[in-house]
């Protein structure tokens, strides 16, 4: 079965300063992994996604993740913090792609002025 | 395209009651999800339609749930004989082919 585990329920970072979110995966078959981040009363926002092309993934507002096989990882990156990519950040797995996409607890990402 | 529509945003039910969400979807997209979000979880998959077939369901998904989308478009969530524990976020997604989700904006239930 599929899961994903995100360490860390509360980062706090200061504005300027590297974000860095993580996430581990757990699937017996090549996973798709994705980051969503999600607003105040508002739904999820596809912020990249893994599809086993490149390793290293780029997606909106500066974040990238990289997919570590030998780690199970998919960690979320961003060099500079602004106080606008304050928010919770969710991880997902789904092995076909779409189907079913299981998500992770969240992280709350609180940017410090 | 105005995205994923969920309404109403908010609802607020007496337990026993029965209540009913609706979602319209990306005019082209063909697959449809329902999730439910409870406060500091991440979202829990509760079904999907690929048009107006549904496909799967989760085991979340108790028989005083039940969903439907008639014509392969909207789709309506309903759970009947509310309970307490009902309280949560709906949210409703749709995609199509490979591509990600697109969320909507979600309706949030308050059984009292």
């Known amino acids: 079965a599929q899961s994903v585990t995100q360490l860390g329920s509360h980062v706090s970072v200061s504005e300027g300063a590297l974000v860095l979110l993580r996430c581990n995966y757990s699937s017996s078959v090549p996973p798709y992994l994705f980051w969503y981040v999600q607003y105040p009363n508002q739904g999820l926002q596809l912020l990249l996604k893994y599809t086993s092309a490149a390793t290293l993934v780029k997606g909106i507002n500066g974040f990238e993740a990289e997919f570590k096989k030998s780690e199970t990882s998919f960690h979320l990156t961003k060099p500079s913090a602004h106080m606008s990519d304050a928010a919770e950040y969710f991880c997902?797995?789904?092995?076909?792609?779409?189907?079913?996409?299981?998500f992770g607890a969240g992280t709350r990402l609180t940017v410090k002025p | 395209d105005t995205g994923v529509s969920q309404n109403p945003r908010h609802k607020i039910t007496k337990r026993g009651q029965n209540v009913t969400f609706r979602c319209d979807p990306i005019?082209?997209?063909?697959?449809l999800y329902w999730y439910r979000q409870t406060l500091g979880q991440g979202p829990e998959f509760l079904t999907y339609f690929q048009n107006e077939a549904q496909l799967e369901k989760s085991r979340l998904l108790s028989d005083r749930f039940s969903a439907e989308r008639p014509k392969g478009s909207f789709s309506t969530l309903e759970i009947q004989r509310t309970e307490q524990g009902d309280s949560a976020m709906y949210l409703c997604?749709?995609?199509?082919?490979?591509?990600?989700?697109?969320f909507g904006s979600g309706t949030r239930l308050t059984v009292v």
């Open positions: 997902a797995v789904s092995w076909d792609n779409n189907n079913d996409m299981r």
């Open positions: 997604a749709s995609s199509l082919g490979t591509k990600g989700y697109t």
């Open positions: 005019s082209e997209h063909n697959r």
